[in-house]
């Protein structure tokens, strides 16, 4: 290009330089679809569970586009853990509530604020606990989870009694 400038120059003329057509680049990147759950308490322990009480404890969910969630009660209920059965009137079985609160951000719906009885989310019935969050998501969403159960209304089998809480969530096809 220089040797043409100086050739043009010692020739008399004169060059006129324009401008070139504009290149446009498109540039692209990707982040995949992510739902992420944590919990700094993976085991809870209640308590005495023959009188009504509560517990709560935090979920930070973080999903980066809408997603699905489902809890699950293993056992339907809280049972004694040595397996035995009830014998004479008393009983080897808890029955609990859970709540499950999250604030969303953005899409249609506000937050989630899901309550089931132990029993619907066991596998015999599996008629709560499950949805999706409609077009929203949640970043770094704090989630409460509250267990709550009511005096006993028979008496209990002593022993510990246990249940595993299956919470699952994904990204929505």
Same mark, same amino acid.
């Given at each position: 290009?220089?040797?043409?400038?100086?050739? #043009?120059? %010692?020739?008399?003329?004169?060059?006129?330089?324009?401008?070139?057509?504009?290149?446009?680049? %498109?540039?692209?990147?990707?982040?995949?679809? *992510?739902?992420?759950?944590?919990?700094?308490?993976?085991?809870?322990?209640? /308590?005495?569970?023959?009188?009504?009480?509560?517990? +709560?404890?935090?979920?930070?969910? +973080?999903? *980066?586009?809408?997603?699905?969630?489902?809890?699950?009660?293993?056992?339907?209920?809280?049972?004694?853990?040595?397996?035995?059965?009830?014998?004479?009137?008393?009983?080897?079985?808890?029955?609990?509530? #859970?709540?499950?609160?999250?604030?969303?951000?953005?899409?249609?719906?506000?937050?989630?604020?899901?309550?089931?009885?132990?029993?619907?989310? /066991?596998?015999?019935?599996?008629?709560?606990?499950?949805?999706?969050? /409609?077009? +929203?998501?949640?970043?770094?969403?704090?989630?409460?989870?509250?267990?709550?159960?009511?005096?006993?209304?028979?008496?209990?089998?002593?022993?510990?009694?246990?249940?595993?809480?299956? #919470?699952?969530?994904?990204?929505?096809?």
């Amino acid at each position: 290009m220089w040797r043409w400038a100086v050739a #043009v120059a %010692l020739v008399g003329g004169t060059a006129t330089v324009q401008a070139a057509d504009p290149l446009e680049i %498109l540039v692209t990147g990707t982040i995949e679809k *992510n739902c992420a759950l944590a919990t700094a308490d993976a085991d809870v322990d209640l /308590g005495r569970v023959d009188r009504a009480g509560w517990v +709560s404890f935090a979920l930070e969910v +973080s999903c *980066n586009t809408p997603f699905t969630y489902e809890i699950r009660s293993a056992n339907g209920a809280l049972v004694q853990a040595s397996g035995l059965r009830p014998i004479g009137g008393f009983e080897v079985r808890v029955p609990y509530r #859970v709540r499950f609160t999250l604030p969303l951000e953005d899409g249609d719906l506000g937050g989630l604020d899901v309550v089931c009885g132990s029993e619907e989310l /066991g596998a015999a019935f599996r008629r709560c606990g499950a949805g999706d969050s /409609g077009t +929203s998501i949640a970043i770094r969403g704090r989630a409460t989870v509250t267990l709550s159960w009511p005096d006993a209304r028979s008496p209990l089998l002593a022993g510990v009694y246990t249940d595993r809480l299956i #919470v699952t969530f994904g990204v929505k096809p």
